[in-house]
């Protein structure tokens, strides 16, 4: 089976820095996505994790650790438009599978 | 490029009825993914369709069906339904065989069951 956990909500402030964790336990593991939801609409993809390590895109960086089972998305210079939730998901065996946490609900204020 | 379109966007069935849920897949995309999300809930895997074939299934009974066609849309089918099936689902597709991981959704389609 598999099973995420990540903080159901954050808060933090326009122009700041807010890292969104996960951890995971499952039965087989081949990557580590994260995905914004606006309320109302879909998911969208935002990164990958394949491999050990930092993948950078823009504002977003996410990290992986396969050996602490353990992941996180950080955001960096916050903006109101952000504010929305955050699922992390693993990447199942299999083209493309993949299992989604909770999601972590951010609130971006002015 | 065409993006994942599915249709209806809402609908309201009562209890015990059959719903059919249908999904085109972004253009070049052989991989198509169905997710149920409850409200407040991330989206949970239901199967998925690969080149027309069930490519693995989540923990979802047997009156959950679904069909990939030839160009590789597809349809979600809930027989029975009960109330617990309200939900928004999605579907996304992406291309088989690996890749940057990246699933491209649609906005879904909101069933509500009375």
């Known amino acids: 089976g598999q099973s995420l956990e990540q903080p159901s909500e954050v808060t933090a402030v326009e122009g700041a820095i807010v890292q969104i964790n996960c951890t995971y336990q499952?039965?087989?593991?081949?990557?580590l996505s994260w995905y914004q939801q606006h309320d109302g609409g879909a998911p969208t993809f935002l990164s990958y994790?394949?491999?050990?390590g930092l993948e950078e895109t823009g504002r977003f960086s996410s990290f992986l650790s396969r050996s602490d089972s353990y992941g996180y998305l950080l955001l960096q210079e916050l903006q109101m438009k952000d504010s929305a939730s955050y699922f992390c998901?693993?990447?199942?065996?299999?083209?493309?599978?993949?299992?989604f946490g909770s999601g972590t609900k951010l609130n971006v204020k002015p | 490029e065409t993006g994942v379109t599915q249709s209806p966007t809402h609908l309201i069935k009562t209890r015990g009825q059959q719903v059919t849920l249908r999904c085109s897949s972004q253009?070049?995309?052989?991989?198509v993914s169905w997710y149920q999300q409850a409200l407040g809930q991330g989206p949970q895997f239901i199967f998925q369709?690969?080149?027309?074939?069930?490519?693995g299934r989540g923990n979802f009974p047997p009156r959950f069906s679904g069909l990939q066609f030839p160009n590789y849309s597809s349809e979600l089918n809930v027989n029975a339904l009960e109330l617990d099936d309200s939900a928004l689902y999605l579907c996304?597709?992406?291309?088989?065989?690996?890749?940057?991981?990246?699933?491209?959704f649609g906005e879904g389609s909101r069933l509500t069951v009375l």
């Open positions: 998901a693993v990447r199942g065996e299999g083209f493309n599978k993949f299992y």
């Open positions: 253009s070049g995309h052989n991989t």
């Open positions: 996304a597709s992406s291309l088989g065989g690996g890749g940057t991981g990246e699933l491209f």
């Open positions: 369709y690969y080149r027309e074939e069930e490519n």
């Open positions: 994790n394949g491999l050990d």
């Open positions: 499952t039965s087989g593991f081949y990557g």
